[in-house]
């Protein structure tokens, strides 16, 4: 063999262990990173030190699904996105499939109340388990209304906050960052949310829009619109900001006004509908041979869901009365 051919076969046995050498390297370095972003790291405990704590992860990963029966009808009803964004609103960290989940527990948990507890009507099983089904649904929906409702009471010292933060030289993005550590919930997560979406890539107008989309009241809809047209047109933002505000605060009031004046319908609404709910309750009690007649007959059936019917409407009316929108 002469001296070129081993020089070559040399040469391709450097190459292939060189090729092998950084083939692994390079999988022990993705290895490294990917365990250090996902926060799986074994931390190195030293000599008269406790091991570190483990660090948040950088990636974010999906919750492992307990609730695979839950998980299942969510996917398959396609209920994840509008679920997610009520729980959202809500300010709640829960998954979808929990919701559901809860919402099967109460319902099966109404019911076995409902069946035990009212031998004479079991039929009214179902509508305590509908009852009790309806729990995790108020929660949210009372969560909502009170987080919605806490964000349109801080809105315009937050518009008067950018306007002045403008006029002192900061720039529009930097004002909405400032907000996080001037203000409280939720005014304080969901502009700091709009900042960093923003400061990450994200154009400041589909940015506002998502604001808009998380946060589904008219005052946040029209400060979007009035952020988005004073861009395209020009104009002094600072002054459209103030103005907008002063015109919250006017609906605020208003609107504290008519409910003041409507207290008196509302009253009467909520007593008109408890009343009949209460009476039906005592003769339960009181006199049970006489309400047998309204599960046992079929006239009776059909009389108890007519009166529960008009009941129902009854209310609806006297709530579309009294509720004023401004």
């Known amino acids: 063999m002469g001296f070129p051919v081993l020089l070559l076969l040399v040469w391709a046995i450097a190459m292939a262990a060189w090729f092998l050498v950084s083939k692994y390297v390079k999988s022990a370095d993705m290895d490294r990173i990917k365990s250090r972003l996902s926060g799986t790291t074994k931390a190195k405990v030293k000599k008269g030190k406790a091991a570190a704590a483990g660090e948040p992860a950088v990636i974010q990963k999906e919750a492992v699904v307990k609730n695979r029966f839950a998980q299942l009808l969510v996917d398959k009803l396609q209920l994840g996105p509008k679920i997610g964004g009520l729980i959202e609103q809500a300010g709640l960290t829960w998954q979808p499939a929990r919701f559901v989940h809860l919402t099967l527990m109460s319902f099966i948990a109404g019911f076995a109340i409902g069946w035990l507890m009212l031998p004479v009507a079991r039929p009214l099983a179902v509508a305590t388990g509908l009852l009790a089904g309806s729990g995790p649904f108020v929660y949210v929906y009372l969560k909502r209304r009170s987080r919605l409702r806490r964000f349109e009471e801080l809105f315009p010292d937050t518009l008067e906050f950018v306007s002045r933060s403008m006029r002192a030289g900061h720039a529009f993005s930097v004002s909405l960052e400032m907000i ?90 909520t007593a008109l509908t408890c009343i009949p709910i209460a009476v039906a309750i005592l003769m339960f009690y009181t006199n049970p041979d006489y309400v047998k007649f309204f599960f046992t007959d079929d006239t009776g059936n059909l009389m108890m869901g007519a009166a529960a019917g008009l009941q129902v409407i009854g209310y609806l009316i006297m709530k579309k009365i009294v509720n004023i929108e401004v």
Request: glycine share 6%; charged share 30%; aromatic share 6%.
């Open 180 to 269: 996080h550590r001037e203000f409280q919930e939720p005014v304080a997560s969901e502009f700091r949310r709009t900042f960093e979406e923003h400061n990450l890539g994200l154009p400041i107008e589909v940015a506002l829009q998502k604001l808009a989309k998380r946060v589904p009241s008219l005052d946040v809809h029209f400060f979007v619109s009035a952020v988005l047209l004073q861009k395209r047109t020009g104009g002094n933002l600072a002054e459209i900001l103030d103005k907008l505000a002063y015109v919250m605060r006017e609906r605020v009031k208003l609107r504290g006004r008519i409910r003041a004046v409507s207290a008196h319908g509302r009253m009467t609404a």
